[in-house]
């Protein structure tokens, strides 16, 4: 589909006139009114086939009396992300829940309530996502621009009540937040009868922040800086996105060479991650020796970061409009080097593991997440290209991969093994297209590029992350200072596959399953 | 077995680092030999943080820095734990289980931080939903700065928090 058959179609089937449509680079933003935000939400989702991708509101109430809501989709086919764009005035904050019809945009609507106190009305869920009652007293919405915080918080004497599952020996089992390994907070509720989990409750936020406030008011350079903080493990991609949505909001053209590091930079990223997390699906079911391997390839792929950018998980390495990894043909080698000590290992690793039949008993079939529901649930990136979805930010908005052989990677089952054996082809891919494109580097011309000027608009950057799309949406004010950012990781829909992809498992099986994800706590909590 | 160390060996790139390496390591190793008797077991606690330091405090215990060789372990419960390693800014929700973690450990105990967020927020300064440090809600007696601290850092910091540890 082309967009112009897009736009066609959209117009006939809502009656909408022209002008309701705004578009800006890959972005296509649709005013709509109360009355009709649901239906055209309804109508995008379909004819898309996309999840709602994010979806935030930002609060204008100073300037326009209004608080403004966004719902994006991805146009795969049309390449382009499309927003519904809705005012809704200060003295009545209803506005027609969509979650009741798309699923995957639940969540998005518990956070818009919680944040800026609009009530989404006939969700069937309204629940505080974050804010947990236990500390947070009612009333307080944090992304209001005249918020103010509480006086006294903790001790509300409020608290959250799990999901029962009753039934004869039927026993529930409480895990975190503080769990048993080193990893990030949350608490996983299981009901179990005998053996099978019947029912998995996920409670996260426990490493919520405020990020989103803390964004406002900082200038670009600095927020910058921070955006790497979002997500530890996937410090790069978040600051990646983030400098590609000041780009996109204040117009600033990027250098190839630029480009190419970024990409080189991604890749990286998700080598490092992919390598460790099929050392840790190794480990979780005590499988240590391949384990331990794992850990010296990842090891000698932070210190390579070290080494181009003075830093092991590549922070500092991103600007506006700049990002140079790959220095020198020195660098370059060192680079290379290292890659194809790091292939040899990984091939040992693959071969190690698939030849163990107790290792593939365990992870085969075990924790399957079905397409269907992946689907509704809006599960991106590796979750879902490893149940048999199409989704890669790298193929819908190719950029500099075109020059690389690229290829999308996808399971069809669901299961952990699948997983396992998307990571791997992943791996293949990313160290052949971080080949490909060192060689394009061009170390000739001294390609200094001045410091961007910032100017007021707004922007939004994806990014194919290892884990899924990393999704930010800045609007910056006039002085160059960041008004409203809204950050979406992959984590943030996707810890639902997880209770999902548990169902008839056992709990000693729980850590591969969850690992075989390793969704980013601190990326959802934001 | 013999295998993996021959893997490990030629994997390994040697450098300053890990030459420096064994001569803390032994240093740490003797001086936990004289004050906790063979080991000491550390719990971590992750009270908010994005995650990079629990990545570096993993990589102390692959077998390129091997921390367990020089007496440090990583438990799954308090109730094993001579102290507790915290990373994090303290997020409200987290606020109460940092506090009771504290409280599961049998005494005597301590406290070390690790990350620039668990020393007051860092970058998370200010933001209405942190309680800003560990040392706001447990004592603590040892702070390992970096964002996040490098696996060489922690076990250098961890040798100087056990060297100036008082008898209680």
């Given at each position: 589909m082309k967009y112009l058959e897009f736009k066609i179609a959209v117009l006939e089937r809502t009656g909408l006139d022209e002008r309701a449509f705004r578009e800006s680079g890959s972005e296509i933003y649709i005013a709509a009114n109360l009355e009709n935000f649901h239906g055209i939400c309804l109508l995008l989702h379909s004819i898309l086939s996309s999840p709602v991708m994010l979806y935030f509101a930002e609060d204008n109430v100073k300037t326009s009396g209004v608080y403004t809501l966004r719902c994006g989709f991805l146009g795969k086919k049309i390449q382009r992300w499309v927003f519904v764009v809705v005012d809704i005035p200060k003295d009545n904050l209803n506005f027609p829940a969509i979650s009741k019809d798309i699923v995957s945009a639940q969540l998005f609507e518990r956070e818009i309530k919680e944040m800026f106190g609009l009530i989404p009305a006939g969700s069937p869920d309204v629940r505080r996502l974050r804010l947990h009652d236990e500390v947070w007293p009612d009333?307080?919405?944090?992304?209001?621009?005249?918020f103010v915080k509480p006086e006294k918080t903790n001790n509300t004497g409020k608290y959250y009540v799990f999901d029962r599952i009753e039934g004869e020996g039927v026993f529930e089992v409480p895990v975190g937040?503080?769990?048993?390994?080193?990893i990030g907070p949350g608490h996983f509720r299981f009901s179990v009868a005998g053996e099978p989990i019947i029912n998995l409750e996920l409670r996260l936020g426990f490493a919520h922040r405020g990020a989103e406030k803390l964004f406002e008011g900082k200038s670009a350079k600095e927020a910058q800086i921070f955006s790497e903080c979002i997500s530890g493990d996937a410090a790069f991609a978040h600051s990646l996105a983030f400098s590609l949505a000041v780009e996109q909001a204040a117009g600033i053209d990027v250098k190839e060479n630029v480009k190419i590091n970024r990409a080189i930079g991604l890749e990286l990223e998700r080598i490092y991650n992919h390598i460790n997390d099929i050392g840790g699906m190794a480990i979780d079911v005590a499988f240590s020796y391949s384990s331990t391997l794992a850990s010296i390839v990842k090891e000698n792929i932070l210190r390579l970061n070290e080494k181009l950018s003075k830093h092991r998980y590549l922070?500092?390495?991103?600007g506006v409009g700049q990002c140079a990894l790959i220095k020198d043909k020195e660098s370059r080698v060192c680079l290379l080097e290292v890659l194809s000590g790091a292939k040899t290992d990984i091939d040992l690793l693959k071969n190690i593991l698939f030849s163990s039949v107790s290792f593939m008993d365990k992870v085969d079939t075990t924790g399957t997440l079905h397409r269907k529901t992946a689907e509704d649930f809006g599960v991106t990136g590796l979750a879902g290209r490893a149940s048999g979805?199409?989704?890669d930010l790298r193929r819908v908005f190719p950029g500099i991969y075109e020059k690389t052989s690229f290829e999308i990677i996808r399971g069809d089952k669901g299961d952990v093994l699948s997983r396992l054996n998307v990571r791997f082809n992943e791996l293949a891919v990313a160290l052949r297209v971080i080949t490909e494109l060192s060689g394009q580097i061009n170390f000739s011309g001294k390609e200094d590029s001045p410091e961007a000027i910032i100017i007021s608009g707004t922007g939004l950057g994806a990014v194919e992350g290892w884990r899924g799309p990393i999704i930010y949406w800045v609007k910056i004010g006039k002085e160059g200072k960041i008004e409203r950012c809204k950050i979406v990781d992959a984590s943030f829909n996707n810890w639902q596959a997880l209770s999902c992809c548990v169902h008839g498992n056992i709990i000693p099986d729980f850590p591969v399953c969850n690992k075989s994800f390793d969704f980013s706590y601190s990326g959802g909590d934001l | 077995m013999n295998n993996i160390i021959n893997i490990a060996n030629a994997r390994i790139q040697k450098g300053i680092v890990t030459e420096n390496l064994d001569l803390i390591g032994s240093k740490l190793k003797t001086e936990i030999q004289k004050k906790f008797a063979r080991s000491l077991f550390l719990r971590e606690v992750d009270t908010g943080s994005c995650g990079a330091c629990e990545s570096e405090i993993i990589s102390a215990i692959n077998p390129v820095y091997d921390l367990q060789r020089f007496g440090v372990d990583f438990v799954a419960s308090p109730r094993h734990a001579d102290a507790l390693l915290v990373t994090g800014p303290v997020s409200l929700n987290m606020s109460l289980a940092l506090k009771r973690t504290y409280e599961a450990m049998p005494s005597p105990k301590f406290v070390i931080t690790a990350g620039d967020c668990a020393l007051d927020g860092g970058p998370f300064k200010g933001s209405y939903y942190i309680e800003g440090g560990v040392s706001k809600i447990i004592p603590v007696v040892f702070h390992i700065p970096g964002c996040p601290p490098k696996p060489i850092d922690l076990v250098l910091a961890l040798l100087l928090a056990v060297k100036n540890l008082k008898r209680s």
């Open positions: 009333g307080y919405f944090p992304l209001r621009k005249e937040p503080v769990h048993a390994g080193i922070k500092g390495s991103n979805l199409e989704l | -």
